[in-house]
Structure formats: C-alpha cells, structure tokens
C-alpha cells in the first residue's frame, strides 16, 4: 500500500468533518490528493445490514463487544484504501458503560497511520455547536464532561504514539476561525 494514513479525531461536534473537508479542498487546489473515508459510516453500513441500529448515534449504545466487532470490519476495509488517505473518527467513544478506546491495538495494526491529528476547542464552544446541530442525537453533556473527554483523547493519543510510533499533533478548531484550523491542518498534511 503507497500513500499516507492520517487519522482525524475529535469529540462530536468540535468540527473535525469541517475542517477536513475545507482542507482537502485547498490540498487538491495545491496538487495534494487526499481522499476522506469516515470511519463512523463504515460501520453503520455493516450495523444497518445487520438491522441493529436505527442511526449512527445508536452505534455508542451497542454492546461493547459488537461495537468492537464493527471497529475490525471498518478497520480492515479501511486498510485496503490505496493512496493518501484521511481517516475521520475517534480516539475514544463515550458509551454508556464508559470510554471505548476509537483505536485498539487490532484496529491501529491495519491502519497503520503516520499521522494522528486531535481536533479541539474549548469545552464550552462544543456545547454550543452540538445544540445548535438539530441533525444529530447528541448526548446530553455539560462542558466539564466534554472537557474530560477531550483530556482522555490526549491520554490515549499518547498511547496510540507509543503503540505505532506516530506522530500526535493538536489543533485548535475555535468559534468562527474555521481557516485558521484548516491553514494548520494543509501545514501538517502537504
Ligand atoms: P461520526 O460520524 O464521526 O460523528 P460525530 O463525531 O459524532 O459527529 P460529527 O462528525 O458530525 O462531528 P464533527 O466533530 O465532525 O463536527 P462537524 O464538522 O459536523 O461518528 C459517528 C459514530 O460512529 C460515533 O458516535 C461512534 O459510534 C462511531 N465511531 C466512529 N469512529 C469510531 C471508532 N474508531 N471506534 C468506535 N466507534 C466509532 O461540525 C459540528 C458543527 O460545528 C457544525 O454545525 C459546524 O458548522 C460547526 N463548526 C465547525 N467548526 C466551526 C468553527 N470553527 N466555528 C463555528 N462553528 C463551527
């Protein structure tokens, strides 16, 4: 396989799936190819063929073991992608029973990824986005809940760096400086 595998992740609602799209965007502009596979919907198809869930937001509510059952489908689909590809997706998921580490050791096998990239924002800007997005059923959260899931994405970044020798980077995705997150996202991936 030839190309760069860089994951994207970020807590719901930050606008990570934003800022990828303006940067491939621009990337394409500048001779830079990119394709973006959302990982969430590769495992929605296989759920909904399997008639389990009734949207994407029901996948966090599954059994953990299903949902671990649709990581390794999605992941080794994924890995069959030739080319520059970004893999937007999540460090962790917060399910009802806790946190579900977005990339295991059997899921970071097949991807491979050079890069991880955490998109992020301060908690409260979150919060506004995810009640203002009527499209999604999104979980009830205050922004020190949000926060705590953003603090345990760094954590576990830190071990996907150490299980696959990575790089981690950081972005700020802040209210209204959409360009800006995206001119640092085009700096990391030209
Ligand atoms: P997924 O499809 O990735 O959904 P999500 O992360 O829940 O939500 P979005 O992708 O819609 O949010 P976003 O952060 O990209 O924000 P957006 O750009 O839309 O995942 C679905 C499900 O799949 C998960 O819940 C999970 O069950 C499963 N899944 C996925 N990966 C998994 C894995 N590895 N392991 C296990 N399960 C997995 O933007 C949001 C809003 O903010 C928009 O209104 C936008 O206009 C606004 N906005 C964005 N940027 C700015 C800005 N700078 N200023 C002002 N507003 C802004």
Redesign the pocket.
Known sequence: MTGKKVII?????????????ESIRLLEEGGVSYQSI????F??EVAQKENIVKD???????DKNA??R??QL??QAIARIDGNVII????????PVGF?????EW?LKELKPDLIIL?E?DSD??L???L??E??V?DIEGYRDIQDHQDFNRAVAASYAMLTGCTIRYIK??????E??VEDMVQVLR
């Open positions: 992740t970020g807590v719901p609602g930050v606008g990570k799936t934003s800022v990828i799209i959302n990982f969430g919907t495992m929605f994407r937001d029901e996948m966090r509510k599954l949902q671990k649709l990581q999605a992941s937007d997706t999540h460090a962790s998921v917060k399910t579900l580490a977005g990339l295991p899921v998109v924002t800007q979150i506004k986005r995810r203002s997005d499209t999604r999104r995705n802040s209210d209204f400086l959409l800006k997150a």
